[in-house]
């Protein structure tokens, strides 16, 4: 696809059929440091690599490879190609790409949409102040020289809008091909929007401001496809 990003041409999400997804998630789930590597890719505020999880439980590159394997077979974490550093071959990392609200025991997405609800209604502030201020408190756990696209392409992952990235020169498009907030959505679109907006907002501002958000485009939320513009930084 033309204006696909490296990361995107290299990922290989490894979706089975929706009627034996569950069974191969639970079977992939079942051994425990394999469970362990899926919570610690979930939880992460920014993609991760082999490395940082062969440090993280003393496993051997060959050992985490394996479960990160079986991991992507069963439709629970995305592998893609990360950013060039300069050296070398760009490394590979993981996601999650896990897309049913609270399947094993990853928080629902809706949780952290009614708490900024409520925030909207007691505070009385538009949704998309109280977006961008959710955005900056996450962005404040997203490790220092993240890149801020990564950050807010693992955040749309994590909450289950299966973000597809589309890079252009000095832009990026972060398309949306999946509206976890579908029936919401539908009826409040102008409220769930903006505070997705602000989210987004908060978190470019937060991971060091070498990324503007300039525009969300709404599509109808039962077809997806909503496109977050981005605008990257002269260096």
Known sequence: MAGMSKGTAGRRSGRPERDTTVPRQAKALGDPTRHAIFRAVADAPS???????????????????????????????????????????????YRPALVTSGDWGIPS????????????LRSGRSPREVGAEAGRQLAAKVPGGVDPVEALETFAAQR?????????????????????????????????????LGLAEGIAEATGGS??????????????????KLTRAPD
């Not at 997405?109 to 909207?120: I, N, R």
């Open 47 to 93: 993609p991760v690599d082999v490395a940082t999880l062969t440090a993280r439980f003393e496993l051997n590159h060959n050992a985490v490879r394996q479960h990160l394997a079986k991991l992507c077979a069963a439709g629970l974490v995305v592998e893609e190609v990360g950013p060039s550093t300069g050296r070398g071959r760009p490394r590979l990392q």
């Open 211 to 228: 990324v503007e958000v300039t525009e969300l485009i709404a599509r109808d939320p039962r077809r997806a496809g909503c496109r977050l």
């Open 109 to 120: 997405p809706y949780e952290h949409l009614a708490v900024m609800l409520v925030e909207a």
């Open 160 to 196: 289950g809008f299966e973000p597809r990235r589309v890079e252009r020169r000095g832009s990026v498009d972060l398309v949306l091909d999946r509206c976890p907030f579908q029936v919401t959505a539908s009826i409040a679109p102008d409220v769930i929007c903006q505070l997705h």
